[in-house]
């Protein structure tokens, strides 16, 4: 998420109303680099504001009209709850937004850490320097967002002119994965000790392929669990449970009821394709 003409003018419209409120800007502007909003904290949270105000306005006069056109208390009723829930729905969904995407953020970077600390590994056996190695990292989007990562450490020795060890140590102060924190803070110790990174990162790339091992054994034990669930929810329960009420039918006075058939049918069995498929979409298919 990137600042816009939209974003500007919220900030410019409300600059007042944060001038007046006593905030920790140091803090919120954190949480918005950790979730790579490029955003300071006015210039979002002017932005959450609009669009509370903007979805209180669309969601009042659009039950307004449909009470106009059909007045009555459900329609005065829905006008009311509708006028309040979206609101508050947008508001809790942009002010929890950062905080989950940098979780959603830390979590990638932690998946690809042992490869890109390979990668880091092989550029520091051919003796390149460690400003060298991150913009080398900055260029490969195999990596994802610790391309991201490298992205800011290099932009703050080729553009701020910070030194390496500066550039790492905001790297630190910005990242929101523990393990890159760990792994910076690992080259920044033996920087400054005087000895050699090449040790350093071959124990740190055995450790987090180890890591990623059982992370993966964990993964597939998971995604058996899943599929013999979804095989026994889904597939076998429906159809036993189908021939059973229809024995029962037939062997009934009052003949076979089709409408608990069509409930699961038409209810019970795409609720639970898409929970399943919620489930899945949700990160616990994924090794992490």
């Keep these: 998420m990137k600042s816009t003409k939209y974003t500007r003018f919220c900030r410019q419209l409300f600059a007042k109303t944060f001038e007046k409120l006593d905030i920790e800007k140091a803090s919120k502007n954190r949480i918005l680099e950790k979730a790579d909003i490029a955003m300071v904290y006015q210039e979002y949270y002017s932005m959450v504001l609009m669009n509370i105000i903007i979805g209180f306005i669309s969601a009042f006069l659009s039950t307004l009209i449909l009470y106009l056109m059909v007045p009555n208390d459900i329609t005065a009723f829905l006008m009311l709850l509708v006028s309040s829930i979206v609101p508050v729905g947008i508001g809790l969904y942009y002010i929890g937004l950062p905080t989950s995407k940098a979780k959603a953020r830390g979590k990638k970077i932690d998946k690809h850490m042992p490869y890109a600390a390979n990668f880091i590994n092989t550029m520091s056996v051919a003796g390149i320097s460690p400003a060298e ?137 795409p609720m639970s394709y898409a929970g399943f498929y919620v489930m899945m979409s949700s990160g616990m298919g994924e090794s992490i």
Excluded at 143 to 164: C, L, P, R, S
Excluded at 168 to 195: C, H, M, R, Y
Excluded at 231 to 253: D, H, K, N, R
């Design 133 to 269: 190695i991150f913009e080398a990292l900055a260029e490969v989007e195999l990596y994802g967002e610790i391309q991201k990562e490298a992205q800011k450490i290099t932009t703050g020795i080729n553009m701020m002119g910070v030194d390496t060890i500066t550039a790492l140590t905001n790297a630190i102060k910005i990242s929101p994965s523990d393990k890159f924190k760990e792994f910076i803070q690992g080259i920044l110790a033996v920087i400054q000790s005087g000895s050699e990174l090449g040790p350093y990162f071959e124990r740190c790339v055995e450790k987090y392929m180890k890591d990623d091992l059982i992370d993966r054994k964990r993964n597939l034990e998971s995604l058996a669990i899943m599929a013999e669930s979804f095989v026994v929810t889904v597939i076998a329960f429906p159809l036993f449970l189908v021939i059973i009420i229809s024995i029962m039918g037939l062997t009934s006075e009052g003949g076979m009821d089709f409408g608990f058939m069509y409930i699961i049918a038409f209810m019970v069995l």
